[in-house]
């Protein structure tokens, strides 16, 4: 009977605190667009029976294009299905879901827990969370806001133990009148150690206790906590399977300038993009690009190309495709190249725009953006582009970004040679002609040969 009240309970938290929902034929996605980097609060949440691993995963793909990342959540843990999904590249978390039932071990002091509002945790969770690998300022105030949907969507009470007047540790309470779950128990590292994660969660299960006849936690399967849970009278009685396919590592990296933001998109925004391409680039009758790329343009090769072009990305061989956004809206890409970077330090640009987006300003605007990325970022010590001639929009950009003319080869778009002129831009001759903020470049070096 417990077991069905924590389902129940975690199942009408869900739905309260998600900003939409997308029934799916095994499952449900639950997402919150406010916070697309919170794995935790966008998911496919699948319970009961499921189909096989590739059709959970082709669920997944469709039901999450506007992410990033994926996740399913298996409520029910299931060894056999979540072995296959790993096989789809997926990486299991099991959680296990403790219950308490009896009385801890032993009791210890909690003179320093006290009730706080949440706000007063915002500045250590987020310092917190800028000091992992993987943390940024975004990340944080994501992860902070996510927190403020959930305070929404279900009575939450918030613990700390203070220290020096400081937070050392925290945890919550969430409450629905009948059932508690405590939750989000974290230590600050500079006070691990201490046993404050014991005195935190003694704290918060008496409170709990006073008005709730089922309380309950989660904790991850192979980390140390279960058994710190176990000596305070926790037993466990369910089982949760996460699986998250983790986004590439370049998603992190951001280019801003004062009008455009130059990053990887997701597959709802290359569809978005694939629009813009359709409706037109150039005119017809003149090829501008070396590949014809654009003739006989169909969104699977379009999709595809794009997911190929992140897949094989590697030190030594690499092209990085940054789709352009202006006002929140995909208007084209900038691309930034190179082959043994290590060695060469050159690097080569490509990019196209929608035809309703040229003559704005927006092709300077972007190509001076990775080549600050290229410049400034990455050490490189020279640019190369280049242009069909005839090209006068792509030639101009140059022109206005001071590269050298180096000479003319020939290229054969449509089958039939025409001339294309070799440009090159030597690191010290560039001078951005806007400002450009680079972000989420930290640790991502080596994926370029740097």
Same mark, same amino acid.
């Given at each position: 009977?417990?077991?069905?009240?924590?389902?129940?309970?975690?199942?009408?938290?869900?739905? =309260?605190?998600?900003?939409?929902?997308?029934?799916?034929?095994?499952?449900?996605?639950?997402?919150?667009?406010?916070?697309?980097?919170?794995?935790?609060?966008?998911?496919?949440?699948?319970?009961?029976?499921?189909?096989?691993?590739?059709?959970?995963?082709?669920?997944?793909?469709?039901?999450?294009?506007?992410?990033?990342?994926?996740?399913?959540?298996?409520?029910?843990?299931?060894?056999?299905?979540?072995?296959?999904?790993?096989?789809?590249? $997926?990486?299991?978390?099991?959680?296990?879901?403790?219950?308490?039932?009896?009385?801890?071990?032993?009791?210890?002091?909690?003179?320093?827990?006290?009730?706080?509002?949440?706000?007063?945790?915002?500045?250590?969770?987020?310092?917190?969370?800028?000091?992992?690998?993987?943390?940024?300022?975004?990340?944080?105030?994501?992860?902070?806001?996510?927190?403020?949907?959930?305070? *929404? =969507?279900?009575?939450?009470?918030?613990?700390?133990?203070?220290?020096?007047?400081?937070?050392?540790?925290?945890?919550?309470?969430?409450?629905? *009148?009948?059932?508690?779950?405590?939750?989000?128990?974290?230590?600050?590292?500079? $006070?691990?150690?201490?046993?404050?994660?014991?005195?935190?969660?003694?704290?918060?299960?008496?409170?709990?206790?006073?008005?709730?006849?089922?309380? %309950?936690?989660?904790?991850?399967?192979?980390?140390?906590?279960?058994?710190?849970?176990?000596?305070?009278?926790?037993?466990?009685?369910?089982?949760?399977? %996460?699986?998250?396919?983790?986004?590439?590592?370049?998603?992190?990296?951001?280019?801003?300038?004062?009008?455009?933001?130059?990053?990887?998109?997701?597959? %709802?925004?290359?569809?978005?993009?694939?629009?813009?391409?359709? =409706?037109?680039?150039?005119?017809?009758?003149?090829?501008?690009?070396?590949?014809?790329?654009?003739?006989?343009?169909?969104?699977?090769?379009?999709?595809?190309?794009?997911?190929?072009?992140?897949?094989?990305?590697?030190?030594?061989?690499?092209?990085?495709?940054?789709?352009?956004?202006?006002?929140?809206?995909?208007? *084209?890409?900038?691309?930034?190249?190179?082959?043994?970077?290590?060695?060469?330090?050159?690097?080569?640009?490509?990019?196209?725009?929608?035809?309703?987006?040229?003559?704005?300003?927006?092709?300077?605007?972007?190509?001076?953006?990775?080549?600050?990325?290229?410049?400034?970022?990455?050490?490189?010590?020279?640019?190369?582009?280049?242009?069909?001639?005839?090209?006068?929009?792509?030639?101009?950009?140059?022109?206005?970004?001071? $590269?050298?003319?180096?000479?003319?080869?020939?290229?054969?778009?449509?089958?039939?040679?025409?001339?294309?002129?070799?440009?090159?831009?030597?690191?010290?001759?560039?001078?951005?002609?806007?400002?450009?903020?680079?972000?989420?470049?930290? *640790?991502?070096?080596?994926? %370029?040969?740097?």
């Amino acid at each position: 009977m417990s077991v069905q009240r924590i389902r129940e309970f975690r199942r009408a938290l869900e739905l =309260a605190a998600a900003e939409r929902q997308v029934p799916t034929a095994h499952g449900i996605g639950l997402f919150a667009d406010s916070v697309p980097s919170v794995y935790d609060a966008n998911y496919l949440s699948v319970e009961g029976s499921r189909p096989e691993a590739d059709v959970l995963a082709a669920e997944a793909d469709l039901v999450m294009e506007r992410f990033h990342h994926r996740r399913v959540v298996l409520e029910q843990g299931d060894d056999v299905t979540a072995t296959a999904l790993i096989g789809h590249r $997926y990486v299991l978390s099991t959680h296990i879901v403790f219950e308490h039932a009896r009385e801890p071990d032993r009791r210890v002091d909690t003179s320093m827990v006290q009730e706080v509002e949440f706000e007063r945790l915002v500045p250590v969770r987020t310092a917190t969370t800028i000091a992992e690998p993987w943390g940024s300022e975004e990340i944080a105030r994501q992860l902070n806001d996510a927190k403020r949907l959930i305070m *929404g =969507a279900i009575d939450t009470r918030f613990f700390a133990a203070i220290v020096d007047d400081r937070v050392a540790a925290y945890c919550e309470v969430r409450s629905d *009148g009948r059932t508690a779950q405590i939750e989000d128990v974290e230590a600050v590292p500079a $006070y691990r150690g201490r046993g404050l994660g014991r005195a935190i969660v003694q704290h918060a299960l008496d409170r709990a206790r006073r008005a709730h006849d089922v309380v %309950f936690l989660e904790a991850l399967a192979d980390d140390w906590p279960r058994l710190l849970y176990a000596r305070l009278g926790f037993a466990a009685v369910d089982r949760r399977d %996460f699986l998250t396919r983790f986004p590439h590592p370049l998603t992190r990296l951001q280019l801003r300038t004062p009008r455009l933001e130059l990053r990887l998109p997701t597959v %709802f925004e290359l569809r978005q993009l694939y629009q813009v391409a359709q =409706a037109g680039i150039h005119d017809p009758e003149f090829m501008p690009f070396e590949t014809a790329w654009t003739d006989g343009l169909s969104q699977p090769d379009f999709l595809a190309y794009h997911a190929a072009q992140l897949e094989r990305f590697n030190p030594a061989d690499w092209e990085l495709g940054l789709v352009v956004f202006h006002e929140g809206r995909p208007i *084209g890409v900038q691309a930034l190249l190179a082959k043994s970077f290590a060695t060469d330090r050159a690097v080569t640009t490509g990019s196209w725009l929608g035809r309703e987006y040229q003559g704005q300003g927006f092709g300077t605007e972007m190509r001076a953006a990775v080549l600050t990325l290229a410049f400034a970022g990455l050490g490189a010590e020279r640019a190369c582009s280049g242009a069909i001639q005839g090209n006068t929009q792509s030639l101009g950009v140059s022109r206005k970004l001071a $590269y050298e003319h180096t000479g003319v080869a020939t290229v054969s778009p449509r089958g039939f040679p025409v001339p294309h002129d070799n440009l090159e831009l030597p690191r010290d001759r560039f001078q951005s002609p806007v400002p450009v903020e680079v972000e989420g470049l930290e *640790g991502l070096l080596p994926l %370029f040969g740097g």
